[in-house]
C-alpha cells in the first residue's frame, strides 16, 4: 500500500479541473452568510453589552470564532467573549450569575458550563433566532481570530478553499472534536498552511514578518505583520484556482503530508519536525497523530483530539475526496454526500 500511495502522490491532476471552477464558487457564494446576518449578529450583541455592563461596568464584550474570523458560514452560532480586565479565579460563580441575569432578560435555553473545558453559558435569543456562547476571558481566542481574518484579507482563496473544507468535513462528519475529528479553527489553519506552501506562495508567513501588532494574553506573546492591506498582491504570481487548489489540498492530506514525522506549523510558514516538538509519543491524552500547531500557544496541537480510530476515519476521508475529485464524473455533488 505504500507503493501505492506513491504512486498516487504523483498523480497528474484531471485534465478538465477548470471545469469545477464554476461549482465550487457556486457553493462558496451559496455559503455566505447574507448582509442581514451580521446586523442581526450586532442586534444581540448590543443587548448583551446591555445587559453585561449593568452587571459589571468594567468588562467588554468581544465576538470570536467563525462570526468574526471571516471564515463563517451562514446560520453559524456566535462565540462571545467576556473580558475582565483582571485574572478571574471563579469562572462558575460569574457563569451562574450571567446565566441568571440572561434568563430574566426573556433570553431562551440558557445554560451554564461550568464544568466544560471551556466554561461557558448557552443561549438562544427568541428575536433574533441566533444561538450564542459566552464564555470568560478566552483573550488568546480573540487573538487568534484577527490572525485568521488578517490572513483570509490577504487572498480571496483562502476563504474560498476554507469555506468548501469546511461545507466538506461538516457534510462528511469529521468536524467534531468530541468524536475525535477536527475543528473548524484547525481545518483553517490547514488551509493557511497550506496555501503558504505553494509554490509560488499564495499566502506569506505573518507571524515571521516585521511586529506591527503585538499584545501579551497569558503570559503568551502574540505578534505578527497586521499591516495586510500593503500584502494585498503576494500572490499575485501564483495563478492556481480554487479547483486546483481544492483537489491539491485533498491530494496532500491523503497522499503527501508525512503523518509520522511532521507537524503543520502556522507560526513558521513551514512544516517543523515532531522531534523538535517533542511530540513523537503519546503523553496522556495528547496521541499526536496529526500535528496541528496553534500559532500562538505553541505547545498546543489541535490535532490532540484525534484518537487512533478518529484517526483512520478521517484519512479515509482525506482520500475518498482526493480519490472523488480525481475520477468523479461530478465531483462537487459526490464531495459533500452525507455520510
Ligand atoms: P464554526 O462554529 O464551526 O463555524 O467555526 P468556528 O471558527 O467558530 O470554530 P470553533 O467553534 O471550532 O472555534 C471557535 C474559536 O475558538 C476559534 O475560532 C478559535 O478562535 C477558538 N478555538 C477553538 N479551538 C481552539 C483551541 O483548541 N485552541 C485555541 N487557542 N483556540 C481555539
Ligand atoms: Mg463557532
Not at 72 to 95: R, Y
Request: proline share 4%; net charge neutral.
Amino acid at each position: 500500500s505504500q507503493r501505492l500511495r506513491m504512486l498516487k502522490r504523483q498523480m497528474e491532476c484531471r485534465s478538465d479541473i477548470h471545469r469545477l471552477i464554476a461549482p465550487l464558487l457556486a457553493i462558496y457564494e451559496l455559503l455566505i452568510p447574507p448582509e442581514e446576518e451580521r446586523a442581526k449578529q450586532n442586534q444581540l450583541l448590543a443587548l448583551l453589552e446591555k445587559l453585561v455592563c449593568k452587571e459589571w461596568p468594567k468588562a467588554g464584550l468581544y465576538l470570536y470564532g467563525s462570526c468574526a474570523n471571516s471564515f463563517g458560514v451562514s446560520k453559524s452560532d456566535i462565540d462571545v467573549c467576556l473580558a475582565f480586565n483582571e485574572d478571574i479565579n471563579n469562572k462558575s460563580e460569574i457563569l451562574l450569575k450571567l446565566a441568571d441575569i440572561l434568563r430574566s432578560d426573556n433570553l431562551q435555553n440558557v445554560q451554564a458550563l461550568t464544568r466544560a473545558r471551556v466554561p461557558l453559558v448557552k443561549l438562544m435569543d427568541p428575536v433574533t433566532g441566533i444561538s450564542c456562547d459566552i464564555c470568560i476571558n478566552n483573550i488568546l481566542a480573540v487573538v487568534n481570530t484577527k490572525l485568521l481574518k488578517d490572513y483570509a484579507k490577504i487572498d480571496a482563496r483562502l476563504r474560498q478553499l476554507a469555506f468548501i473544507v469546511k461545507h466538506w468535513a461538516k457534510s462528511r462528519g469529521v468536524n467534531e472534536t468530541y468524536q475525535g475529528t477536527l475543528s473548524s479553527y484547525a481545518y483553517v489553519l490547514m488551509c493557511i498552511h497550506f496555501l503558504q506552501q505553494r509554490r509560488p506562495a499564495i499566502l506569506p508567513c505573518l507571524q515571521g514578518m516585521e511586529t506591527t501588532y503585538s499584545v501579551t494574553v497569558d503570559d503568551v506573546e502574540c505578534a505578527y505583520f497586521d499591516q495586510v492591506e500593503k500584502l494585498r498582491d503576494f500572490g499575485s504570481s501564483n495563478k492556481e484556482t480554487v479547483a486546483q487548489l481544492v483537489w491539491a489540498f485533498f491530494n496532500y492530506w491523503a497522499y503527501g503530508h508525512d503523518y509520522a514525522n511532521s507537524v503543520i506549523s502556522v507560526r513558521t510558514g513551514r512544516i517543523i519536525s515532531k522531534r523538535e516538538k517533542d511530540w513523537t509519543r503519546r503523553i496522556g491524552n495528547d496521541r499526536h497523530l496529526i500535528c496541528i500547531e496553534d500559532p500562538f500557544e505553541t505547545s498546543h496541537d489541535l490535532g490532540r483530539v484525534v484518537d487512533k480510530f478518529s484517526i483512520r476515519v478521517l484519512r479515509e476521508e482525506f482520500e475518498r475526496a482526493a480519490d472523488i475529485l480525481q475520477y468523479d464524473p461530478n465531483p462537487c455533488v459526490t464531495l459533500f454526500e452525507p455520510y
